[in-house]
């Protein structure tokens, strides 16, 4: 099994939660099977489709947070109640963010 489209991989992730709801201690080995294919090709769908960095600080976090939001870091201060200099000093891996 292949994903190659997002509905597909949405159809996935429901077939995912129909085994879930059923229990996997319910399932025969030939759902088991299929369940392993379908987990196998959402996870390589994922990682194609949605690659994570090797390692994730907080500058990624809160500059990918940003650009996902559309945010400057003005706004994300105002957001978090932290003074603009915290977000400022964050993203530059100078300072933690205390409230």
């Known amino acids: ?3 190659s489209a997002n509905s597909q991989y949405h159809s996935a992730l429901a ?10 201690k319910n399932l025969t080995k030939r759902e088991t ?3 392993q294919k379908i987990f196998v090709a959402v996870e390589e769908y ?3 489709k949605y690659p994570m ?3 994730t600080g907080i500058k990624d976090i809160l500059e990918h947070y940003m650009f996902e939001k ?5 706004q994300l201060s ?3 109640e932290i003074p ?15 409230r």
């Open 1 to 3: 099994m292949k994903i």
């Open 15 to 24: 077939q995912i939660e129909l085994y879930i709801e059923r229990g996997f």
């Open 33 to 35: 099977a299929e369940l």
């Open 46 to 48: 994922e990682s194609q």
């Open 53 to 55: 960095p090797l390692y």
């Open 70 to 74: 559309r945010m400057n870091k003005s």
């Open 78 to 80: 105002k957001q978090l």
């Open 84 to 98: 603009n200099c915290g977000v400022y000093y964050s993203i530059a891996g100078t300072l933690l963010i205390k």
